[in-house]
């Protein structure tokens, strides 16, 4: 079972930037389509960014050009790059890993505990 652990949350303000790290184990990130998706109270939690199998690769329109995801094999690690961060990226960041239709529908039952951004204007 795969197993993820979302570190790098933290304040910053409007402009700023900011590293997430999702840690993969009990599974071979080479193989594995990933996402990194966010969650603000009362809404649903979205996909962010993905990255298939393949290296394909999906942004929401919201952060497309500011937001890069990539993989480090050698570490087994998912990373988000954010950069011109705006308050309306507040939010509790998460990763998971599966199916590449999984990913873009967010259609995981099982979560970790994310990683919490704060941009302040």
């Known amino acids: 079972q795969v197993h993820l652990v979302e570190s790098g949350g933290d304040s910053v303000q409007t402009g700023g930037s900011l590293r997430l790290s999702c840690e993969v184990s009990?599974?071979?990130?080479?193989?594995?389509?990933v996402g990194w998706f966010r969650q603000v109270p009362g809404k649903q939690r979205v996909l962010v960014a993905a990255?298939?199998?393949?290296?394909?690769?999906k942004y929401a329109d919201s952060v497309k050009g500011r937001f890069t995801i990539s993989k480090d094999l050698a570490k087994n690690t998912v990373y988000l790059q954010m950069n011109r961060l705006t308050p309306e990226d507040t939010a509790v960041y998460y990763c998971?890993?599966?199916?590449?239709?999984?990913?873009?529908?967010?259609?995981?039952?099982?979560w970790g505990q994310g990683t919490r951004v704060t941009v302040s204007s």
């Open positions: 009990g599974g071979i990130l080479g193989i594995l389509s």
């Open positions: 998971n890993a599966g199916p590449y239709d999984a990913i873009l529908q967010a259609r995981f039952t099982s």
């Open positions: 990255s298939s199998s393949t290296a394909l690769t």
